[in-house]
């Protein structure tokens, strides 16, 4: 199974990266996490008709913008996409005129689940829980051939962030901020913080992702990001755009 990062900041594009997005390229279905600006680049990676499932974790721009452009996509089978109580609002309200293109015109049908938290054995296993964001946000569990692979964006460290990851195989982690403020309102990791929430959850594998790009402005910083989070958990990796991760 391969994990490929599409889009590796947070907020906006920079000169490192593009918004939040990634794929599960696994056995039975394609799982893309969030539809930043990365989420274009699925194109190149979908090419077999597995079904194509799309998990939001909540609706700051950042982990939708990238809808806009989902014709992109270009795929023949449905797509489902994934998330909290309010999607079909906030779908009908950004993704149609006078903004954008309605999804219900894509070439591909498009069908929507609201989730409440909880454990899902359809269309696959995977277990949902909601995180310590400004906005309500979902993390996400996933069992995967034999695996298990947790992806919590956005979010300050916290209870459901170390259970969603407990034991998995890649925990995929925010690291919004580059040092975490005291006073931290809207909810975001630093590298040392999403090291602790690996070790906490004893994970075998941390990726870093949804740098923050002010804090994060070159490829240096999230090495030293990640320096810095493997001296609390060493199997720590930095993701980039187009990085591929092998479970
Ligand atoms: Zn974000
Ligand atoms: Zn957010």
Redesign the pocket.
Known sequence: MKIIFLGTNGWYDSAVGSTVSALIDSKDAYIILDAGFGIVKARDYIKEDKPVYLFLT?F?MD?VCGLHALSRLNIKQPLTIFSHSGLKKMLKTIFDHPYAMPLSDMSFQIKTVELKEGNFIQPIKFECRSLD?I?Y?FGYRFYLEDKIISYCS?TKPCINDIKLADGADLLIHECGWNIRPADDFWGHTDPEGAGEVAAKARAKKLCLTHFGPNAFETRAKRFDGQKRARKIFKNTLSAFDGMVVKV
Request: aromatic share 0%; hydrophobic share 0%.
């Open positions: 909540h700051h982990h964001h906005d946000t956005d």
